[in-house]
């Protein structure tokens, strides 16, 4: 078996944004195998380069706007959604992930990667997943939960 380090990307306190710390506490609570490390990734990316570099295989978790109805669940590998840097950074408290696996990548790693995201029917603040992101939830985490199980068996 391998390991899987699977990432929760959000910010907490902004509603839907916050669904990948979120998703992170539910898969805590199912005691995961000890292959499985399981990481709140917040909103630094900067500091997930050094994570990203010790992945084995990696699942990432996040609000993704990707034109669908709210709540609408999503999973592909990195590599095909053509995520593009954001040319605009003016200091790292604006890196997205996408930004720190390219970092990754030109440090010489390139642990393969499968990205969940969820579309957000709000972003503002708040503690709570709006209605149609929490209808979806359980089905997410379920989903990631047969991922990782797949991901260490190959």
Avoid: W
């Amino acid at each position: 078996m391998s390991k899987v380090m699977v990432v929760g990307i959000g910010n907490l306190i902004m509603r839907d944004d916050g669904v990948g710390v979120h998703a992170i506490k539910a898969l805590e609570a199912l005691g995961l195998p000890e292959e499985v490390e399981l990481i709140d990734g917040g909103t630094n990316s900067y500091d997930l380069i050094e994570e990203f570099c010790r992945a084995e295989k990696l699942v990432i978790v996040d609000a993704m706007h990707a034109g669908g109805e709210p709540g609408t669940i999503y999973r592909a590998p990195l590599k095909e959604l053509g995520l593009q840097s954001i040319e605009t950074i003016t200091s790292l408290h604006e890196m997205h992930f996408v930004e720190a696996m390219k970092m990754t990548h030109m440090l010489g790693y390139d642990p393969p990667t499968i990205v969940f995201g969820i579309e957000p029917a709000e972003v503002e603040v708040s503690m709570e997943l709006s209605p149609q992101v929490a209808a979806k939830f359980p089905r997410l985490v379920e989903l990631m939960q047969e991922e990782i199980l797949k991901l260490l068996q190959e």
